[in-house]
C-alpha cells in the first residue's frame, strides 16, 4: 500500500478490512491478558525486576534503528534510517489515544496515561507540548528516511499518522504501512501482518541503505 493510498483509502480502518487471523489473534490477546495485574498496581520495583529477567508486566513499546553512519565531513554520527513501529509522539495523548478504551487489546487508555503520568508527574499539556518531550513537535527537517508502520487497532495510531505527516511536510523521505485490525505491538506477535510488516521493513532498509 504506497503513502497516498494509505490516506485516501478510509477502508484501512474499517472492521471489514481486518483479516480473519488477525481478528483470532485480536480475541487471543484480549483473553491472555484479562488477568495481568497493572502495572502501576504491581509497583516499579517489581515491574523493574520483571525487566531484568526479560520478562514484563506491560506492554512493550519498541524501536529498530538502522546502523548509523558517520558524516566524514564534520565527524557527526546520524542515522542512515528510520525503521518507527507503533510510536508514542505526542505525549499529551492525541484524540484517539483519549477515546481508545478500556479494551486489552495490549495498550489502553489508562495504561497511556499511567505511563505518562510516571514519566511526566504534574506536567500540564503546555510542558508536555515541549519537542524534547513530544517529538511531534520537534524540527524533524534533515532527518533520515523512516518508515512508520502501525495497526489500525493501536490506540497509537493518530500519533503514527500525525508524525508521518510531519516528517514529510519539512521534505524528508517517508513511507507508512497500515495494517487493518493490527494491535499495538503487532510487529512483535505471529501472525501474517507481522510477517508482511518485517518484510517490508527488510525492503525499506536495504533501499534506504543502498
Not at 3 to 17: E, G, K, R
Not at 20 to 37: E, H, I, K, S
Not at 108 to 133: H, N, W, Y
Amino acid at each position: 500500500m504506497d503513502t497516498i493510498s494509505a490516506y485516501l483509502n478510509p477502508d484501512l480502518f474499517t472492521d471489514t478490512a481486518i483479516p480473519q487471523d488477525t481478528r483470532g489473534l485480536n480475541a487471543a490477546l484480549v483473553a491472555a491478558m484479562t488477568n495481568v495485574p497493572n502495572w502501576w498496581e504491581v509497583g516499579a520495583p517489581v515491574v523493574r525486576e520483571l525487566r531484568v529477567k526479560g520478562g514484563s508486566v506491560f506492554p512493550r513499546l519498541s524501536t529498530r534503528l538502522a546502523p548509523d553512519r558517520s558524516n566524514r565531513r564534520t565527524g557527526r554520527r546520524h542515522h542512515a534510517a528510520g525503521d518507527r513501529p507503533d510510536g508514542a509522539y505526542d505525549l499529551r495523548m492525541t484524540p484517539t489515544a483519549r477515546a481508545f478504551g478500556s479494551e486489552r487489546l495490549v495498550l489502553r487508555t489508562v495504561d497511556i496515561e499511567q505511563f505518562c503520568g510516571a514519566f511526566l508527574p504534574g506536567m500540564d499539556d503546555v510542558r508536555k507540548s515541549d519537542s524534547d518531550i513530544s517529538p511531534l513537535f520537534a524540527n524533524l527537517r534533515g532527518l533520515c528516511p523512516a518508515l512508520f508502520t502501525i495497526g489500525t487497532r493501536d490506540a497509537l495510531v493518530a500519533d503514527t499518522l500525525f508524525m508521518h505527516a510531519r516528517w514529510i511536510a519539512v521534505g524528508n523521505r517517508a513511507e507508512l504501512d497500515v495494517h487493518p485490525g493490527g494491535a499495538h505491538g503487532f510487529t512483535l506477535l505471529p501472525g501474517t501482518q507481522a510477517g508482511q510488516s518485517q518484510e517490508r521493513q527488510a525492503a525499506f532498509l536495504a533501499s534506504a541503505l543502498a
